[in-house]
C-alpha cells in the first residue's frame, strides 16, 4: 500500500491528451512539492517533472505537471506510441522524513 | 554525472545484502548532494531506502532503518548500502541516484540521475 495513490493505469489514443491523478495528505503532497518519473520497460526511472511543474533537462512541452491541495496531476498532450510506460509520482512526506512514491500508472497508448 | 550499481546477485536468506554506487562525473566529497538508494521487488512499486551525504548524514526509511547501514566513500567516490537480516520480501532491483533535497520552508526533493539499477535475489 503506498503512500500515494495512483490509478494502476490509464489508456489513451494516439495524439489525445491524458492525465494521471496523484492523491495524498497534507504531511507529504499537501505541504510539498511534487515530482513525476517516467520508467520505461526494463529500464531505470527518469526524472520528468520536479518542484510541481518544472520540466526536467530534455522533457518536451507535451508533459506539464500541477498540484492543488493534496492531489497533483501529470498531463502529457499529443500522446506517442513511445509515452508508453509506468509514470510515477512522488513528493517528500514530513512524517516519515524522506520521499514517498505512488504505486504507478501504466499508461497504454491505444 | 553518471552512476552505476554493483551487487551480488544473489543472497541467502538472514545474509546481509551489499551493494555499491560508483559515482563518474562529479565528485561526492564537497558536493550538496544526497546520494540515495531506491529498490523496486519484481512487477512492483518504488521504495525509497535511505540517501547519505557528502559528510555521512542519513535519511533512512523507517521501516527498514533496524536493519540498513548506508555508508559513503569519498576516496573512491563511492557509496554503498548494506541491509542485513534478509528474506525473500527484499529481492528487488536496487537503484542508486543523486538526490537533491532543497529544505527552505517547505522541502523539495527529487532523484536525478539514476543508475541503471542490480538485481539481488534473496533465495537459499
Known amino acids: 500500500q503506498s503512500v500515494l495513490t495512483q490509478p494502476p493505469s490509464v489508456s489513451q489514443a494516439p495524439g489525445q491528451r491524458v492525465t494521471i491523478s496523484c492523491s495524498g495528505s497534507?504531511?507529504?503532497?499537501?505541504?510539498?512539492?511534487v515530482n513525476w518519473y517516467r520508467q520505461l520497460p526494463g529500464k531505470a526511472p527518469k526524472l520528468l517533472i520536479y518542484s510541481n511543474g518544472l520540466l526536467a533537462s530534455g522533457v518536451s512541452h507535451r508533459f506539464s505537471g500541477s498540484k492543488s491541495g493534496t492531489s497533483a496531476s501529470l498531463a502529457i498532450s499529443g500522446l506517442q506510441s513511445e509515452d508508453e510506460a509506468d509514470y510515477y509520482c512522488a513528493t517528500w512526506d514530513d512524517s516519515l522524513t524522506g520521499p514517498v512514491f505512488g504505486g504507478g500508472t501504466r499508461l497504454t497508448v491505444l | 554525472l553518471q552512476l552505476q550499481e554493483s551487487g551480488p546477485g544473489l543472497v541467502k536468506p538472514s545474509e546481509t545484502l551489499s551493494v555499491t554506487c560508483s559515482v563518474s562525473g562529479v565528485s561526492i566529497s564537497g558536493s550538496s548532494y544526497y546520494w540515495g538508494w531506491i529498490r523496486q521487488p519484481p512487477g512492483k512499486g518504488l521504495e525509497w531506502i535511505g540517501s547519505i551525504s557528502d559528510s555521512g548524514s542519513t535519511y533512512n526509511n523507517p521501516s527498514l532503518k533496524s536493519r540498513l547501514t548506508i555508508s559513503v566513500d569519498t576516496s573512491r567516490n563511492q557509496f554503498s548500502l548494506r541491509l542485513s537480516s534478509v528474506t525473500a520480501a527484499d529481492t528487488a532491483v536496487y537503484y542508486c541516484a543523486t538526490h537533491i533535497v532543497v529544505e527552505i520552508v517547505a522541502t523539495e526533493d527529487w532523484f536525478d540521475p539514476w543508475g541503471q539499477g542490480t538485481l539481488v535475489t534473496v533465495s537459499s
Open positions: 497534507s504531511s507529504n503532497i499537501g505541504n510539498n512539492a
